[in-house]
């Protein structure tokens, strides 16, 4: 079955920067959107950032200018640059993509990884 995983998340001060890596693995047909999405205690689970197959991102209002997508088709893999972190964005991490398989076509998730953004 097909299996995605996250990097290590981490603590960081404030100001600074971290990046997630994310790769699915397994018997894979294709890969249409790739994306990440963050859950905080007591928080409903948002959308940080997507990407298409073909490029194309999209990402939640609080992040913008400061998170950056990025995918690598070829190892199926999918990125996020996180800069100027603020308390606010601590949470879990979620790795998501939309996968075919000879099955059919679903969503998968990765087990998520904790981002805390602290002094």
């Known amino acids: 079955q097909v299996q995605l995983v996250e990097s290590v998340g981490g603590l960081v001060q404030p100001g600074g920067s971290l990046r997630l890596s994310c790769k699915a693995s397994?018997?894979?047909?294709?890969?249409?959107?790739m994306g990440w999405y963050r859950q905080a205690p007591g928080k409903q689970r948002v959308l940080v950032a997507t990407?298409?197959?073909?490029?194309?991102?999209n990402y939640g209002d609080s992040v913008k200018g400061r998170f950056t997508i990025s995918r690598d088709n070829a190892e199926n893999t999918v990125d996020l640059q996180m800069n100027s972190l603020k308390p606010e964005d601590t949470a879990v991490y979620l790795c998501?993509?939309?996968?075919?398989?000879?099955?059919?076509?679903?969503?998968?998730w990765g087990q998520g990884t904790q981002v805390t953004v602290s002094s």
């Open positions: 397994g018997i894979i047909l294709s890969i249409n959107r």
């Open positions: 998501t993509a939309n996968i075919g398989v000879f099955s059919g076509r679903g969503d998968y």
């Open positions: 990407i298409t197959s073909g490029g194309t991102s």
